[in-house]
């Protein structure tokens, strides 16, 4: 995944390009990147860091006087080494994407017989980044090469281009990853996440559509494609990897969150003590659990904030087996002799969930239930990666269907259909596996209703199976 910010302003932007970018940290962990355009010198200026061992701010802050201009693009990545700065018949130009290809070997063939280079490769291989900016050159236009991009591309892409003239930015062909446009007095800005504005003092201005295009400068913004009519944006945004107080849409991920425990937690029959939330983002959806259950609300387990990340995000299997015992730490007062009803995100491997419910006991929990704010995850993405896998087998649906099936492709609608023989049977192993008094899952039902978006326009790809390229 991945997360951008870009500004443009009538005076100096480096300072809020700098905290803009910061505050998609969230969204990636594995390379940070700026760049901007100073008019009066002609100059574009570049830094790009691993931040694979640190954090975007400990490496970007010291350097930020060598940064001058009044427009910055910015990029917190999981993929490769961003902005890519590119001099072409279409002038100058800084590129950031968010982007998974599908097809990036069959791109980079053709590229290549075309006699055109890459320069910018990642650990050996091409910089999809690179890949996307040399689609563009192809057009006569920015609009035409952009629209190369939509059209040649299989997965996704949603760029900024820090030009000579402006920022523009595009948006994903299906508006699967969102853009949010922000304004204040003498600046526009430019995010991934809603949540980078206030603290800045932008306000929200509009949320870009499917494959819309526009450039931004200090005095207004100029449409330069209108947006699709579908789209499929991704549902697990709202799910997962979306901050607490950003909106996509115009639905904040926080209500999202509530709204769907309330709704479990008012038809759920359990008898438990209390709600917990797994940090960070199955706190929303058990505060609602607990309101709509009438039980209390209680922190039985923290994260330890300062040094953890995602627990997926290292490149290694056991760091991430690691990194997912570490960060938790449990509250054994609060546990003792209760029956504790916990709510998370979802299950991917089920590496967190294993060690958590051996810890919850071993500190005296009476009974451990968990409640799961999305459906089972029984396809990888192949459009953004929210699943953070590389194939159906590294999720533990697909390894139990193969153990039940012979085939860890065979009959995944019927495993994927709520209520089904198959769903209950594979929802049960689940809890058997993990020593869990009970487990349940929301329905896709319940997630569409609480997102509050027709699910014509929501990418459930992850889920059954549906979704356009």
Known sequence: MGGFFGTIAKTQCVTDLFYGTDYNSHLGTRRGGMATYDAEKKQFTRSIHNLESTYFRTKFEDELDKFSGNSGIGIISDTDA????????????????????QNIQELEEELLAQNMHFAELSSGKTNQTELIALLIIQGKTFVEGIENVYNRIKGS??????????????????????????????????????????????QI?????????????AEGIEQMRKPNDKMQICSFLWVYYGFPTSCYEGRNVEEVRFLSGLKMGQTDESEVDCACGIPDSGVGMALGYAEGKGVPYHRAIAKYTPTWPRSFTPSRQELRNLVAKMKLIPNQAMLR?????FCDDSIVRGTQLHDNVKVLFDCGAKEVHIRIACPPLIYACPFIGFTASRSNLELITRRIIKELEGDENKNLEKYATTGSPEYQKLV????GRFGLNSLKFNTLETLVESIGLPKCKLCTHCFDGTGCF
């Open 428 to 431: 049960e192993i689940i809890r």
């Open 82 to 101: 961003q902005p890519i700065i590119i001099n072409s018949h279409l002038g100058r130009f800084a590129i950031v994407t968010v982007a998974k290809i």
């Open 205 to 217: 201005d509009s949320y870009l559509g499917p494959g819309e295009i526009v450039r931004l400068r």
């Open 157 to 202: 892409c949603s760029m900024l281009l820090l030009t000579e003239d402006g920022i523009i930015a595009a948006r994903d062909k299906w508006g699967r990853t969102p853009i949010v446009i922000g304004r204040k007095e003498g600046a526009y800005a430019v995010s991934s996440e809603s949540s980078s504005f206030p603290n800045l003092d932008y």
């Open 337 to 341: 002799d209760r029956r504790v009803l």
